[in-house]
């Protein structure tokens, strides 16, 4: 009996010390972006890097993601002949929820294994160190860049996936005999400028979720190239299970907000 509390209270510890270097890890970082020096040309290249590289596949994403919503959509309203409302439909459901998720998703598989892998093998092959002896601030030199990128390109991703995918959406409702016009007449009816706001802002909050999350698992990066492996997986599923957890309490915030 001892033995098994005694495990659980290990375990426990463990789990908070973690918990609380990640908070102390994420509210040094930020502090840090609003100081001197700024790292123009890493934060170029991190924005190259994740941005600019992420759009082929938030646009595959978008398209069909955009597609299998109207095909749904237009099954389901074509018996109340209501097919006219497919454009709405998919326009909200993809900028309120699927566009920031699915486009966080398939960034923080794609960026968040990256920056990890990274950066744990700068920690592992000992590069870190040396960047300490040499009096660099590791976090401003290598999580602030990163972090920046990633609240700038991610939201902008984001409504590149949510352009595509109405467009997408588009595509499929002209099989039906839905005209440009009409299936653009039904986003105003769905929509408000807060499902914008919205919209924008969950990418935000995830963009700084996958930033922090794979600073934090890289730069604590142990065991060689096969901790750089666990790193970079533990990274991904990581910052997916946050997104997720994040993205129901922002869903109810603006619930509530709206009243």
């Given at each position: 009996m001892n033995t098994n509390i005694a495990a659980i209270d290990k375990v426990l510890l463990i789990f908070f010390h973690g918990l609380q270097n990640y908070f102390l890890l994420a509210g040094r970082t930020f502090i840090r972006i609003f100081r001197r020096p700024f790292y123009y040309r890493e934060f170029a290249i991190q924005f190259d890097k994740l941005g600019f590289s992420s759009l082929f596949i938030c646009i595959l994403t978008g398209l069909f993601?955009?597609?299998?919503m109207a095909l749904?959509?237009?099954?389901?309203?074509?018996?109340?002949?209501?097919?006219?409302?497919v454009g709405g439909m998919v326009?909200?459901?993809?900028?309120?929820?699927?566009?920031?998720?699915?486009?966080?998703?398939?960034?923080?598989?794609?960026?968040?294994?990256?920056?990890?892998?990274?950066?744990?093998?700068?920690?592992?092959t000992e590069q870190v160190?040396?960047?300490r002896v040499e009096g660099t601030d590791i976090l401003k030199r290598?999580?602030?860049?990163?972090?920046?990128?990633?609240?700038?390109?991610?939201p902008l991703l984001t409504i590149v996936t949510d352009v595509v995918s109405i467009f997408g959406g588009y595509i499929m409702s002209a099989g039906y005999d839905i005209n440009p016009i009409m299936y653009i007449?039904?986003?105003?009816?769905?929509?408000v400028f807060q499902d914008l706001i919205e919209g924008v802002l969950?990418?935000?909050?995830?963009?700084?979720?996958?930033?922090?999350?794979?600073?934090y698992t890289g730069l604590?990066?142990?065991?060689?190239a096969a901790g750089v492996g666990a790193s970079a997986k533990q990274a991904v599923v990581l910052s997916s299970v946050l997104i997720l957890v994040c993205d129901f309490f922002i869903a109810k915030f603006f619930v509530v907000f709206r009243g």
């Open positions: 993601s955009g597609m299998v749904q959509s237009l099954i389901q309203l074509k018996p109340f002949a209501a097919t006219s409302y326009a909200v459901t993809m900028v309120k929820e699927l566009g920031p998720v699915l486009a966080s998703l398939m960034v923080a598989g794609r960026v968040g294994s990256a920056i990890t892998a990274e950066l744990g093998t700068m920690v592992v160190d040396a960047m290598l999580a602030v860049p990163r972090l920046k990128a990633m609240l700038l390109a991610l007449s039904g986003l105003p009816q769905f929509m969950k990418p935000t909050v995830f963009g700084a979720i996958i930033a922090i999350t794979a600073c604590n990066t142990k065991g060689g």
